[in-house]
């Protein structure tokens, strides 16, 4: 499995980014796959996520702001994140588990500033 995220880069506190992420590979029997984000000095946190059902889990940080969306035909997976805020800031990963092996993508950095 190789996943690539693109789309990050440096907007104003209110403005909005679309993350997104090519999967390849063996993309089948996925137990989950989302959106997760590192800020420095913290460690990696869920964003957001399809689940094994096809259902969708938020961070309550994002709820409201931020949504998750793939292209089954395209084999990619979209973060739309409107009304940033500078704690925002981080790179983010996408991350796809199967079989209990996570796999990560080199992530994008995203800057919020105030």
């Known amino acids: 499995v190789q996943l690539q995220a693109s789309g990050g880069g440096l907007v104003q506190a209110g403005g909005s980014l679309r993350l997104s992420c090519a999967a390849s590979?063996?993309?089948?029997?996925?137990?989950?796959m989302g959106w997760y984000r590192q800020a420095p000095g913290m460690q990696r946190d869920l964003v957001a996520v399809?689940?094994?059902?096809?259902?969708?889990n938020y961070a309550d940080s994002v709820k409201g702001r931020f949504t998750i969306s793939r292209d089954n035909a395209k084999n990619t997976m979209y973060l739309q994140m409107n009304s940033l805020i500078p704690e925002d800031t981080a790179v983010y990963y996408c991350?796809?588990?199967?079989?209990?092996?996570?796999?990560w993508g080199k992530g994008t950095l995203v800057t919020v500033s105030s």
């Open positions: 399809f689940t094994r059902n096809d259902s969708t």
């Open positions: 590979g063996s993309l089948f029997n996925i137990y989950s």
């Open positions: 991350g796809l588990s199967r079989y209990g092996t996570t796999y």
